[in-house]
């Protein structure tokens, strides 16, 4: 059954420009220039009770402007939206106690307060009986594994140690459906995988439905069974998790830094550079770059498992350090309008690739 139905939402934003310059400033006083961004365009999908939904898309794609729209903090220029029979920017007090959020940027507890004073004081917002609370409340201290910090103020908690709080300040009042926009952003692998753990297990027991925003393709992997792609806007995709790693996650690319030299472990046959391991020299295997001690490959893990690669490297070579990733999302994005036979849209997704690229080259350099 449908809890949530979008049809055709659109958000527009008109913003005064800002000029620089005394002049430009007056002139724009007089004469205020405006623009206008469609951040969501006729954008329409249903949400089914339990389901675990990955909205994803490049930065600007219009996730969190929907994801506000779906929670009441916005509203949309055109379309409909129910969210458990609410109309969410009409019934937003009445939605506030079925829903809950986190934004991954955004703290809800209170700053200089310990975590455990923002429970007491979300259940009183929430209208919690109190002793249902309590258990509530230590059910998920348990699940959470946060009884160390809990009467710590959540100003000097880790990120990480933050985010298990927040999410457990989330599930308090037993929402139906929570809308994560970034829950894993900035933390360590260990705690990325803990979060994904949590957020998993509550699915399970509780069936509550997620809806959860990243730019972390293992978010979508390890905890999402669907996910839909936008791009400026618009729904480009709207598949199962298992299709889009099928057709779109499967090239991995591993980074590794060597004891000894990439020369040993390669040959060059037809002006291509190719692992000389026998064993590797086979399709799905490409050496992106092979400089000193690094060597970049990307391999295709439909046609050949990352385990052999990496372990034939290992028996030739001493491996300092090792990173395995997944293709950006800018390139997923582009390879979906790839293969929808959108060549202009492609190319245009492509070319985006490359701006990005060179602005973080820039950053980096700078
Ligand atoms: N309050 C606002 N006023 C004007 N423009 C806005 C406003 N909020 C968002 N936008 C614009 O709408 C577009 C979509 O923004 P949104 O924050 O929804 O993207 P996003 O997909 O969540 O991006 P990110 O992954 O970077 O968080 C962007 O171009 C953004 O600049």
């Known amino acids: 059954m449908s809890i949530v139905e979008v049809e055709y939402l659109a958000k527009t934003f008109r913003s005064r420009e800002r000029s620089s ?15 206008t961004r469609e951040a969501v365009k006729n954008m329409s999908f249903t949400l089914d009770a339990g389901e675990v939904l990955a909205f994803i898309g490049p930065n600007g794609a219009g996730k969190s ?19 458990l029979g609410f109309t969410p920017w009409q019934q937003r007090r009445q939605l506030a106690y079925h829903i809950a959020s986190v934004f991954g940027q955004k703290s809800q507890l ?11 004081l979300l259940a009183r917002i929430y209208e919690l009986d109190m002793r249902e609370y309590r258990k509530r409340r230590d059910f998920l201290i348990e699940v959470f594994d946060i009884a160390d910090y809990i009467r710590t103020p959540a100003r000097k908690l880790s990120l990480g140690e933050r985010m298990r709080c927040e999410l457990a300040a989330t599930f308090l009042h037993k929402p139906r459906i929570v809308f994560l926009d970034e829950p894993t952003i900035g933390l360590d692998v260990i705690a990325k995988q803990r ?18 925003t990243s730019h972390d ?15 400026h806007g618009e729904v480009i995709l709207d598949e199962s998790v298992a299709t889009l790693k099928r057709d779109y996650l499967k090239e991995k690319t591993i980074d590794l830094q060597l004891a000894g030299t990439v020369e040993a472990l390669l040959t060059n046959e037809a002006g291509e550079q190719q692992l000389s391991d026998p064993d590797l020299k086979r399709e799905g295997i490409r050496v992106l770059q092979a400089q000193g001690h690094s060597l970049r490959l990307a391999v295709d893990t439909l046609r050949c498992p990352l385990e052999p690669v990496v372990a034939s490297i290992m028996q030739r070579q001493h491996i300092l350090d090792m990173t395995i990733s ?17 060549n202009s849209q492609s190319l245009a997704a492509v070319e985006n690739v490359g701006s990005l690229a060179e602005q973080v080259d820039k950053l980096m350099k700078g």
């Open 21 to 35: 310059g005394i002049a430009e400033s007056m002139r724009s006083f007089v004469l205020p220039r405006y623009r």
């Open 65 to 83: 402007t929907t994801i506000k729209m779906l929670t009441g903090i916005l509203y949309p220029t055109a379309g409909s939206v129910r969210v």
């Open 110 to 120: 209170w700053y200089h307060l310990p975590p455990q004073d923002t429970f007491n």
């Open 195 to 212: 979060i994904r753990d949590l957020i998993a297990q509550l699915n399970v027991e509780e069936g509550v439905t997620v809806l959860l």
């Open 217 to 231: 393709a293992g978010d979508v992997e390890q905890v999402c069974r669907r996910v839909i792609v936008i791009n």
């Open 326 to 342: 997944d293709p950006p999302m800018e390139t997923i994005i582009a390879s979906i309008y790839g293969s929808q036979g959108n």
